[in-house]
Each structure stands twice: as structure tokens, then as C-alpha cells.
């Protein structure tokens, strides 16, 4: 049976929330640093200000579909990139069993992620 497509996008919305509030969570962000697009809006999924960004340097796409496309969905998500961020895919597998949210990212961009957290630490 084929999911509604209300359903569907109940679903998309639900994991911008959740990115929207954790990153506002972790970081301390005020309500209006971060924010959850409407579904088949153009750009990110999950816009920050500058600000946020400066402490969250990411262009995120989220996908809560049952059959993820991971390399359209990454090139979705670096053609949509802000300047100076990491393009990143947030999704969730649809499995029973299993419900948490991944990430996948270039894993050069993770090393430059990386770098970046040590040179703060020296």
C-alpha cells in the first residue's frame, strides 16, 4: 500500500522539526536562528541565520522516504549549500526496528569538519 501524499510530508516535516529543534538545543540558538521550510520549498531544508551558522556550518536536506536517492539527494543538497558550509542529507530509514536519524556527508567534509574542531582545541 502506497503512502498518502499528505502522509508523506507529514513526515519530511517531522524531521525538520526535529534537526530545527535539536540544532536550536545544542547550540543555544534563539527561535528565530533556525527554522523548517515547507515542503517543496526552494533552498534548504533547514534554514539558519548567520549567526547559526557560524556555530553550525551546515546545508541540511532532510529525507524521511522509504527509498532514499543518497547521491541526488547530496547533489540536491550541495546545488542548495550556503557559502562556507558543509552540504550534509539527513534521513531516516524506513525499517521497523531502527529510528534514528542519520547523516551523510563527504567524508572530506568531515575531515575538514574535524580539523577545524582541533585547531579550536590547541
Do not use: W
Not at 546545508?59 to 543518497?70: F, Q, T
Request: glycine fraction near 4%; proline fraction near 5%.
Amino acid at each position: 500500500m502506497a503512502i498518502k501524499t499528505s502522509s508523506a510530508k507529514a513526515k519530511g516535516r517531522e524531521l525538520q522539526k526535529h534537526c530545527r529543534d535539536r540544532i536550536l538545543a545544542v547550540f543555544y540558538l534563539q527561535e528565530g536562528d533556525a527554522a523548517s521550510t515547507s515542503m517543496g520549498a526552494q533552498g534548504v531544508d533547514i534554514p539558519l541565520s548567520p549567526h547559526a551558522r557560524k556555530y553550525c556550518p551546515l546545508s541540511i536536506e532532510c529525507k524521511n522516504v522509504k527509498k532514499l536517492d543518497l547521491p541526488g539527494a547530496m547533489r540536491q543538497a550541495t546545488a542548495n549549500k550556503y557559502k562556507d558550509t558543509y552540504p550534509v542529507v539527513v534521513h531516516k530509514p524506513y525499517r521497523v526496528g531502527f529510528n534514528e536519524s542519520l547523516v551523510t556527508l563527504r567524508f572530506e567534509d568531515l575531515l575538514a569538519i574535524l580539523e577545524k574542531l582541533n585547531k579550536c582545541r590547541e
